[in-house]
């Protein structure tokens, strides 16, 4: 049941992404407040990376970690491939070594979603805020 439920979420969580991100996404080159980068180096291959979230009605968090050349496509998934414990994201890194948290990473056309559960609700609310934070730190002020 559970290999059904999954990508349906998953594919409602990324009609979602467009109406619900952050605006302009988060680049992956900032720091939390935690003081976890969102790369484990700065490299030319993950300098084009862009983090976006959203908050599922289950509480579930969606992450998309979307890249904008298929070369950081395919260095993205190729990290992905090593687990959510290696991924290149010091957040999802701790997400993942969280004993409340279980952490799915997933590949997509653009990038990898990240797919965190929790039976603790504030579990998952302390990463969402190391995220919106990246967010907030990375995006820059558009005037108007």
Known sequence: MRKYIVPSVLALALM??????????????????????????KTASMEGMKVE????????????????????????QAKAEKGASDFGCGICREMA????????????????????TSDKKEAIDAFEKQYAALATATTPVVAQ
Do not use: I, W
């Open 97 to 116: 070594s969280a004993k409340d948290c279980k952490v799915e990473l997933m590949n997509f056309s653009h990038g990898v979603v990240a797919f965190v």
């Open 16 to 41: 979602s992404f467009a109406a619900t991100a952050f605006a302009g996404g988060a680049h992956c080159t900032g720091k939390t407040a935690s003081g976890a980068s969102c790369t484990s180096s």
């Open 53 to 76: 979230t959203v908050r599922m009605p289950s509480g579930a968090l969606m992450v998309l970690y979307s890249a904008e050349t298929p070369e950081q496509v395919k260095t993205l």
